[in-house]
């Protein structure tokens, strides 16, 4: 079965930095469009990147563009979210997402059919 596993997330200070990864199996990674999503308590889950399944194509939320960075290493089955000067606002549980290579980007939830368990970042003030 598919399964898409987060890890990376914690507690970081204010303008500090964190890499996240998602490792995929039970897919063709290669040919999936991976985003990277957060939802913090109370809100609704929001779109953070995403990358086309050849890595060639980024595209970001416009509350972290310049600060965090999306990758892909498809010989890894691996998506990552480099996260630098982290912001309080930036605390949620950070989901990564595969969803189809094509129209890309993909910037809505239901636009992803697989998901993993969600990493928690918590940024202090």
């Known amino acids: 079965q598919v399964q898409l596993v987060e890890s990376g997330g914690g507690l970081v200070q204010a303008g500090g930095s964190l890499r996240l990864s998602c490792a995929a199996s039970?897919?063709?990674?290669?040919?999936?469009?991976m985003g990277w999503f957060r939802q913090a308590p109370g809100k609704e889950r929001e779109f953070v990147a995403a990358?086309?399944?050849?890595?060639?194509?980024?595209y970001y939320a416009d509350s972290v563009k310049g600060r965090f960075t999306i990758s892909r290493d498809n010989a890894k089955n691996t998506v990552y979210l480099q996260m630098n000067s982290l912001k309080p606002e930036d605390t949620a549980v950070y989901y990564c997402?595969?969803?189809?290579?094509?129209?890309?980007?993909?910037?809505?939830?239901?636009?992803?059919?697989?998901w993993g368990q969600g990493t928690q970042v918590t940024v202090s003030s």
């Open positions: 039970g897919l063709t990674f290669s040919n999936k469009q």
């Open positions: 990358i086309s399944w050849s890595g060639d194509m980024t």
């Open positions: 997402a595969a969803g189809s290579r094509f129209n890309f980007p993909r910037t809505r939830a239901y636009e992803y059919g697989y």
